[in-house]
């Protein structure tokens, strides 16, 4: 398992517009026993998103690979909250 502060790191040199956007981003492991899953939290202002990553996504995301569904979450938070035009370009 990866730590928590490697895996932020790694999410916000991915996707530079976290910090651009100011949005705020926390990682957490799942506690249960035997669990492979990270929370993934995005907040800016009063607004909230959360989800969960697998383990999978995680092991491509700090192999440097963009994850479909940080993708997707990011992409769709801040196009609810902050720029109903944006969208984020594909990547590798």
């Known amino acids: 398992m990866f730590e928590q502060k490697e895996v932020e790191a790694k ?4 996707y530079p517009d976290i910090q651009r956007y100011g949005i705020f981003l926390k990682v957490k492991k799942d506690r249960l026993i035997g669990a492979q899953n990270y929370l993934l939290t995005l907040e800016k202002d009063n607004r909230t998103a959360s989800f969960k990553l ?3 996504d995680v092991k491509q995301c ?5 994850c479909s569904l940080i993708t997707l979450e990011l992409e769709k938070f801040i196009r609810q909250f902050i720029d109903e035009s944006y969208s984020i370009s594909e990547a590798g």
């Open 11 to 14: 999410i916000h040199e991915l």
């Open 54 to 56: 697998d383990l999978d």
């Open 62 to 66: 700090m192999a440097g690979n963009r």
